[in-house]
Every structure is written in C-alpha cells, then in structure tokens.
C-alpha cells in the first residue's frame, strides 16, 4: 500500500489518533555536515523530484540518496530494505 493510498485524516480516524506538531523529538541532535557528493546530487535532483511530483520519484531522487549518506555516515551499521514488503514475510 502506497502512502498516496490513504490520507492522514483517514488514518488518524480509523485508529483513533492524535497527532502533535510541536513535539521535539531529537532535542540533543544536533545539525551534521553533509558531503559534497550529496549536496550536488540533491542540488541535481531536488527541482527534477519535485517537477516530476510523484511519490516515487521523490523517494529515489531525495530519500534515497539521504539515506545512503547516512548508511555511509554510520559506517554501514544500518541496512536500507527498497521495495521490501515486510507485511508478506510477516504474515501467520
């Protein structure tokens, strides 16, 4: 199921949640420096992402490659599962 599927009003409804906008979640996290390799690829792909304007494309054009940057970050000590369905491998 895609995000685009359902949308955050319909999942706050049907499970009975509250949502909090102002909550600091990472209050001790602080800002890090970011590669040159990642500030020219977000720079290429950023505008492309958002013209194309589909879930799909800002997932391979920005998540993407942030997330491979912080992999590298963190010395590979995290794992990145694309296109994974864990709720099929998961199922009793």
Partial sequence: MAYSDFTLSEIKE?????TEAET????DVGEAEISGLLSEILKENIP????????KARSE????????ELRKT???RIS??????????FRK
Avoid at 24 to 27: A, K, Q, W
């Fill in 14 to 18: 049907k499970f009975q949640l509250l």
């Fill in 24 to 27: 600091d979640i990472f209050p």
């Fill in 48 to 55: 492309l992402a958002l013209a194309i304007h589909t879930e």
């Fill in 61 to 68: 054009m920005i998540v993407t490659p942030i997330l491979i």
């Fill in 74 to 76: 963190l010395n590979h």
């Fill in 80 to 89: 990145l599962f694309s296109g994974v369905e864990f709720n099929r491998h």
